[in-house]
Each structure stands twice: as C-alpha cells, then as structure tokens.
Nanobody, 126 residues
Framework: EVQLAESGGGLVQPGGSLRLSCATS????????IGWFRQAPGKDREGVSA????????YYAASVKGRFTISYDISRKTVYLQMNNLKPEGTAVYYC???????????????????WGQGTQVTVSS
C-alpha cells in the first residue's frame, strides 16, 4: 500500500520558515517524482515543487522559486520542502504527491496525479 505522510505544517509569521517532510512507503522511491501541491482557501490546487531521485531533477513554481528548497533522503525515503520567507498567500494545505511525470514536465494537472498524502496545514499570519 502506497503511503505519503506529511508533517511539519503549522502557524508562522510572515517572513518566517517551515520545513515540511513527506515520508513515503509502498513503492520504489526513485521510480517516481515526489512533489508538493498546495491548495489555498477558495483556489485551485497549485503544483509547488517536485524532484526525482533517479536524476536529481527539480521543479519550482515561479511563485516560490528562490524561497523554497526541495530535497530528499533516499535512505529514509523522505522528501523535504524547506520554505523560507513565507508570505500570507502561502497559507494553504500542502499535499505530498507521487507520480511518474518527470519534474521537467511539471506541474501536471491534479486529476492525473497517482498518489496523494492527507495534507498538512500551513498558515502564514501575524
């Protein structure tokens, strides 16, 4: 059974930082691209970042480039999203996803993503 378990969300002030983690199991880690979507209240899901252990490729949405960093630990089968200089518009539920679409072709439309985690809430507010 495929499992994607997010952790690390919470409340942070504008300009602050959080690190999200996604612990994966049930599939071969480097067969998939692992990434993050987010959904803000009243908005569509947005592909934020993705990486593929098979070649180390990375994707960032323009809205987070320079502030977010994605990384992974193959031995732990875990992907991380370091989020710095968070802005109020970053308030959203962040979902870990796994899919066969290479990061060079991100973001995919949400409807075709193979696997989703349950999501973790990030709130950026003073």
């Amino acid at each position: 059974e495929v499992q994607l378990a997010e952790s690390g969300g919470g409340l942070v002030q504008p300009g602050g930082s959080l690190r999200l983690s996604c612990a994966t199991s049930g599939f071969t880690f480097d067969d998939y691209a692992i990434g993050w979507f987010r959904q803000a209240p009243g908005k569509d899901r947005e592909g934020v970042s993705a990486t593929a252990a098979v070649d180390g490729s990375i994707y960032y949405a323009a809205s987070v480039k320079g502030r977010f960093t994605i990384s992974y630990d193959i031995s732990r089968k875990t992907v991380y999203l370091q989020m710095n200089n968070l802005k109020p518009e970053g308030t959203a539920v962040y979902y870990c996803v796994a899919d066969l679409i290479h990061p060079s072709s991100w973001p995919p439309i949400p409807q075709i993503i193979d696997y989703w985690g349950q999501g973790t809430q990030v709130t950026v507010s003073s």
